[in-house]
């Protein structure tokens, strides 16, 4: 079936140490998306792609890279100047102007 | 800038009472779509309904309806006769239409938690 994958769906992560989200779709999708959800503070965007090897910032991107090597995958990679990482990450794509988007599970990050 | 803000952050109804999330947004662009998503436990968001910024033509599923008016800037969302499988967060959404070729921004409010109570 056609979707969205993210894994881990819990990752435990040290202080000062980078760990990548992954984020892998077989719907075909051009755009793909990343966001941080916290209590109360509902879904922000942390960086977003329309095309292989391009992306833009969202409101949030301090402390995380991304990359699009190839169409079906948009890892993200929360660094060590992340400062409270502690979230729910999810990750979503979409095909076209005005259309909805579909997401992944999500992945559930932890410091400890 | 383009923002969403849901006010109502927590709302708790009893079973088969009518219910109404509110959502206001704010964008300068002349084209845009709004969006609907229901997040239940599990965490994945679900598609409810899309509307774009011309169609304010207001719409029915079911015991789902939603009343968009552009002159308010707001797009709600009433669910009838609420049942306790509606108990979930849900989202009000906004991208605009780019005006170059480009990647489209999706927004998102706040996200109200409905409680619906047997």
């Given at each position: 079936?056609?979707?969205?994958?993210?894994?881990?769906?819990?990752?435990?992560?040290?202080?000062g140490?980078?760990?990548t989200?992954?984020?892998?779709?077989?719907?075909?999708h051009?755009?793909?998306?990343?966001?941080?959800?916290d209590?109360g503070?509902?879904?922000?965007?942390?960086?977003?792609?329309?095309?292989?090897?391009d992306?833009?910032?969202g409101d949030?991107?301090?402390?995380?890279?991304?990359s699009?090597?190839?169409?079906?995958?948009?890892?993200?990679?929360?660094t060590?100047?992340?400062?409270?990482p502690?979230?729910?990450?999810?990750?979503?794509?979409?095909?076209?102007l005005?259309?909805?988007?579909?997401?992944?599970?999500?992945?559930?990050?932890?410091?400890? | 800038?383009?923002?969403?803000?849901?006010?109502?952050?927590?709302?708790?109804?009893?079973?088969?009472?009518?219910v109404?999330?509110?959502?206001?947004?704010e964008?300068?662009?002349t084209?845009?779509?709004?969006?609907?998503y229901k997040q239940?436990?599990?965490?994945?968001?679900?598609?409810?309904?899309r509307?774009?910024?011309?169609?304010?033509?207001?719409?029915?599923?079911?015991?789902?309806?939603?009343n968009?008016?552009?002159?308010?800037?707001?797009?709600?969302?009433?669910?009838t006769a609420?049942q306790?499988?509606?108990?979930?967060?849900?989202?009000c959404?906004?991208?605009?239409?780019?005006i170059?070729?480009?990647a489209?921004k999706?927004?998102?409010?706040q996200?109200?938690?409905?409680?619906?109570n047997?």
């Amino acid at each position: 079936d056609g979707g969205i994958t993210q894994s881990p769906k819990y990752l435990f992560r040290k202080e000062g140490q980078n760990v990548t989200l992954s984020c892998e779709q077989n719907l075909n999708h051009d755009a793909m998306y990343w966001y941080r959800q916290d209590p109360g503070q509902g879904l922000r965007l942390i960086y977003y792609s329309q095309i292989v090897n391009d992306f833009q910032k969202g409101d949030i991107a301090e402390g995380y890279s991304v990359s699009r090597e190839k169409k079906e995958s948009f890892p993200l990679t929360v660094t060590s100047a992340q400062k409270n990482p502690t979230a729910f990450y999810l990750c979503a794509s979409k095909q076209g102007l005005g259309t909805e988007a579909f997401f992944g599970q999500g992945t559930r990050l932890t410091v400890v | 800038a383009q923002k969403v803000t849901q006010a109502q952050t927590e709302i708790s109804v009893v079973e088969k009472e009518d219910v109404t999330l509110d959502c206001v947004y704010e964008t300068r662009d002349t084209t845009y779509y709004l969006f609907w998503y229901k997040q239940p436990p599990s965490g994945e968001l679900v598609f409810l309904i899309r509307r774009n910024s011309f169609d304010e033509q207001n719409e029915i599923s079911g015991r789902y309806s939603w009343n968009f008016q552009k002159s308010t800037s707001s797009f709600n969302f009433t669910i009838t006769a609420s049942q306790v499988v509606d108990s979930a967060v849900y989202f009000c959404a906004l991208t605009p239409l780019p005006i170059i070729q480009g990647a489209q921004k999706l927004v998102f409010g706040q996200g109200t938690r409905l409680t619906i109570n047997p």
